[in-house]
């Protein structure tokens, strides 16, 4: 993949990486593509020089011992802040994703004053996605738009899913019977965030590698949205 | 593999499942196994009718609607309640997790009224499996004992890693230059979690597939410790 501008054509750019390495892309693959191109392509990156940073910004940047102008651009993508302590602030952000910083993220920006913010629709974004694929690969894939999230309780940061598009995300299993034919009890299977996981072995954050196609896996084709992972505020315990 | 039995040597059964399906562990391959076989063949499965519930697994039944039996299970098998409500009862584990249930688990088990525990220390079992595995098939593999675990905020279980033998379960990006040649910030990416989560795509809870070999990735070998992934008490912002 060429590197990704504002206004760039990524579906475009996909196939064609994908043809110049001699190979194709297939019904049913999944395609996961990094958060990072898709937001650059939108046109999310904000120069941090322009940024006036309020005075909340400037009180939580003393304490976090971040820069103002960063602070500032994670509150404005924040719905909420969920908890802060030293440099950590964990947001829920306007889609409804709980993580740090709102997924603004300074790396890989192109220099260090820039801010890549997360796509406006995720969801949106891998729905365009599957249909360029589908109009210039003539194929049926599933995407998902991935990011790095860190956990409550684990240490170290995974690939998750934050836009859906062309399969379920959940594997029900409630009602299904075991090997004993036992009823399985609460077993629901995020298998959209596995697949971003998966993908992210290959991905390797500083390669630059911001797609990957996975094979020969059994999912549920669908519509799909990434709503569907998000647990609704009421049922979560940890906020 | 066939149903695994208290005392059987899953290492021989695995690498005979191998060869009987024709092929063969590489060295540098992972190896991932679901934690019921382990904790079976530990000898970690009570039988509720034995159990006597405490007065508070009795409180605790009432309010969240469970098997009393299986509350007294799950209470032995805590350190620390982290949340309760409703059905939900979020515990930390013996040796660090926090999970539902403690990972106590009544599926699978053999019939009802049985219930599967952790292993008792899931290193160590790894570190027996990957020993057996060295001396039977004479190659050295990554071992990851995986089970499902809930998140906070996010909908649906995905397969991370409680045990592990020779692979270092995060890569530390910090230090390391993007693209453009910008330090990257936090970045610690839990390689054995996302390694877990790969696995589960092709094990599939209701399938019976304890066992997945993922071959062709880029790890650092090394004794590791699924304590590495333990985010320490007074770091974490989520209990």
């Not at 322009?50 to 404005?76: C, F, G, M, W, Y």
């Not at 993508?77 to 602030?89: D, L, P």
């Not at 991905?203 to 020969?216: E, L, T, Y």
Request: proline share 3%; net charge neutral; with cysteine.
């Amino acid at each position: 993949m060429p590197l990704v501008k504002s206004q760039d054509d990524i579906g475009e750019q996909l196939v064609r990486a994908v043809r110049d390495q001699s190979m194709q892309i297939l019904d049913h693959d999944i395609i996961v593509v990094a958060q990072k191109i898709v937001s650059k392509a939108e046109g999310r990156v904000v120069d941090l020089q322009t940024v006036t940073p309020s005075t909340l910004a400037n009180t939580i940047a003393e304490s976090s011992e971040k820069d103002p102008k960063h602070v500032e651009v994670i509150l404005r993508e924040s719905a909420n802040i969920i908890r802060m302590r030293g440099a950590h602030i964990i947001v829920e952000t306007r889609h409804g994703f709980v993580c740090a910083n709102a997924g603004v993220d300074r790396s890989n920006a192109g220099n260090g004053d820039l801010a890549v913010l997360l796509p406006i629709d995720p969801d949106r974004a891998a729905q365009k996605l599957r249909k360029r694929i589908r109009e210039l690969a003539g194929v049926d894939v599933g995407v998902i738009i991935s990011d790095t999230f860190g956990r409550a309780w684990r240490n170290g940061q995974v690939n998750v899913a934050i836009g859906i598009d062309g399969l379920t995300p959940i594997i029900d299993y409630r009602g299904s019977r075991d090997l004993f034919g036992n009823q399985l009890k609460v077993t629901q299977i995020a298998i959209a965030d596995e697949l971003a996981s998966a993908a992210e072995l290959v991905m390797r954050k500083s390669d630059g590698v911001p797609v990957a196609i996975i094979r020969g896996i059994a999912y549920a084709k669908g519509s799909g949205s990434v709503q569907q992972l998000i647990r609704p505020k009421e049922e979560d315990l940890f906020r």
